[in-house]
């Protein structure tokens, strides 16, 4: 899951920048939300006042990092692509939501006029790869629908609106959750929210830092955002690195705890059935649809 496109930052940040709206144009993330200063670097992240709730995310952060390197997510040339990208992941494997995407590019169909106006059943066999098409053909419609209504067509518009409203009004449109809402506001918006998904609730209940019962997505997004440098930079890195955990070491079924990076960081009372038992189940928490 390579991206494609990518530019690199500066090597005081400590981290390589993935996709945006303004990285793909050349132009770095404004200093102001986005990138690390130098305190907030892998050395510097024990400092930060996270720490005043002994604070354990930052040290995952920093084996994850030492341990796998950047990922350089989310593959996509253009914010809009990410968009479409983060409705047709839902329920779905990355691999199909690439053929989708292509079978997009290949129509000329990834920008948000285009997507306006193709006929709903053509756009909807184009994505067939990524499953649940008529509903997710019905999403896509309905998220062009909301942009052209509410900002005239214009991406650059809707991201300059406040975190919280946008994220508010994103998840008042059809077919768009918390997960979706979220990734669209990080990764297409570059606007500092960290994503909660399966993987993430998985992990973090095997090592006994969340409950073991009904996934608490809110609960779970302030825990990061609470313990971790408000950035753009370490919330999408921090996201990628435990999906790239979650597929490959804790997985739901016979996890490979031995193996993984953080299994440094297990409770000591949690031996690898524990670290099994807990996080049974959450692998299957899926992706709202509002129906």
Aim: hydrophobic fraction near 45%; aromatic fraction near 8%; charged fraction near 20%.
């Amino acid at each position: 899951m390579a991206m494609r496109r990518g530019v690199a930052i500066p090597p005081q940040v400590g981290l390589t920048c993935v996709v945006g709206a303004r990285y793909l144009a050349g132009a770095m993330v404004p200093a102001s939300n986005s990138a690390l200063s130098p305190a907030e670097t892998l050395d510097g992240l024990r400092s930060t006042p996270s720490q005043q709730e002994n604070a354990v995310l930052p040290l995952y952060y920093k084996t994850l990092s030492r341990a796998i390197g950047p990922m350089n997510w989310w593959p996509a040339q253009t914010p809009f692509e990410v968009i479409v990208g983060a409705i047709l992941t839902q329920n779905t494997a990355w691999s199909n939501v690439e053929r989708a995407i292509a079978a997009l590019r290949d129509a000329r169909l990834l920008t948000p006029a285009a997507i306006a106006q193709v006929p709903q059943a053509r756009l909807a066999r184009l994505i067939r790869a990524s499953g649940y098409f008529r509903q997710k053909a019905k999403k896509l419609k309905t998220f062009v629908r909301f942009l052209n209504d509410e900002y005239d067509g214009s991406l650059a518009r809707m991201f300059r609106t406040p975190t919280q409203l946008l994220r508010e009004q994103l998840l008042s449109v059809w077919g768009i959750g918390r997960e979706t809402a979220d990734s669209i506001l990080l990764y297409a918006g570059e606007h500092p929210v960290f994503v909660v998904d399966a993987y993430t609730h998985r992990i973090l209940g095997r090592h006994g830092l969340v409950s073991n019962g009904r996934p608490d997505y809110e609960g779970v997004r302030a825990l990061f955002e609470r313990q971790l440098p408000r950035s753009v930079v370490l919330y999408n890195e921090f996201h990628a690195l435990l999906v790239h955990v979650g597929k490959h070491w804790c997985r739901n079924r016979e996890p490979r705890c031995e193996i993984c990076p953080l299994a440094i960081h297990l409770p000591t009372a949690l031996d690898r059935t524990a670290a099994l038992t807990l996080g049974h189940g959450t692998a299957d928490v899926a992706e709202e649809r509002r129906a």
